[in-house]
């Protein structure tokens, strides 16, 4: 399975981006996909994830209520969209895929697939 991240950008305090996250290649071994975060010289960080099927959301605490993640139908495009941005969420942001549904679904261990992430910028 392959995935790419893209979407990112410069924004201002307050604004909003939409990511998307492309999937393509053979999913049978994934039953959720992850949105995480990294930014210079801290560890990759968890955002949100979503089961394939749609019904199971979680979020982090820091982006409850500020993000939300989604995905097509046909589970080859994903989004996080980001609202109310803040300075600390600035980052590269990579989606990945795992099998797990619910426990250690926030584990960026469980998850494969990771390409290139998309760089989120937030100035004051």
């Known amino acids: 399975v392959q995935l790419q991240a893209s979407g990112g950008g410069l924004v201002q305090a307050g604004g909003s981006l939409r990511l998307s996250c492309a999937v393509s290649g053979r999913t049978f071994r994934s039953r959720s996909l992850g949105w995480f975060r990294q930014a210079p010289r801290t560890e990759k960080e968890f955002v949100a994830a979503?089961?394939?099927?749609?019904?199971?959301?979680t979020y982090a605490d820091s982006v409850k209520g500020r993000f939300t993640i989604s995905g097509d139908n046909d589970k080859t495009t994903f989004y996080l969209q980001m609202n109310s941005l803040k300075p600390e969420d600035t980052a590269a942001y990579y989606c990945a895929v795992t099998d797990a549904v619910v426990h250690n679904i926030r584990d960026p261990v469980m998850y494969h697939g990771w390409g290139q992430g998309t760089q989120v910028t937030v100035s004051s």
């Open positions: 979503i089961n394939w099927s749609g019904g199971y959301r």
